[in-house]
């Protein structure tokens, strides 16, 4: 042995057995997290859907990519499910939740100031703000679609 390596003991490529046991034990659980809040999402009304469970699946999909990630490298063998599979960066989508979000509460705003007028007499800025604001959550909505973030259809959208 040589001496820096017998001043740290001996060098191994190989991971300890409890590392890997405890990374497996934690995508299992980030695994579990996924499963819990996609069946939040899709049991829950839509209108009710807080965005933290958007957030969450989000999140729970780039730390099993990770630990997928790690694991591999180790040379572990980690079968990919359909559900984890991340097609956007997790800050971006988070970003976009928030987005959708605030439009949703400036529709929202709008509408109730659209009835306090009647349709006959809302002024212009109102009509103009609710055709924006539905215009603006159509194109995030579509925008998550397609990177299969998790995204609620709402009457007022």
């Known amino acids: 042995m040589s001496k820096p390596q017998s001043l740290f003991g001996r060098k191994s ?12 034990h934690l995508l299992h659980s980030w695994r579990t997290m996924l499963r819990v809040c996609l069946e939040l999402n899709h049991a829950l009304d839509p209108a009710l859907i807080p965005t933290e469970v958007a957030n969450s699946i989000v999140e729970a999909r780039g730390e099993i990519t990770r630990i997928k990630a790690m694991l ?40 109730r100031q659209r009835e306090h007028f009647g349709e006959r007499d809302t002024p212009s800025a ?32």
């Open 72 to 111: 591999r490298e180790q040379g572990e063998e980690v079968a990919d499910l359909a559900d984890e599979v991340p097609v956007a960066d997790a800050s971006e989508v988070k970003h976009q939740l928030n987005l959708l979000a605030i439009h949703r509460r400036n529709l929202e705003q709008l509408l």
């Open 126 to 157: 109102v009509t103009n703000g609710i055709l924006n604001a539905r215009t603006e959550i159509a194109q995030i909505k579509r925008r998550l679609t397609e990177w299969q973030a998790p995204v609620s259809d709402l009457p007022s959208d």
């Open 13 to 24: 490529s190989a991971p300890e057995p409890s590392a890997l046991a405890e990374q497996k």
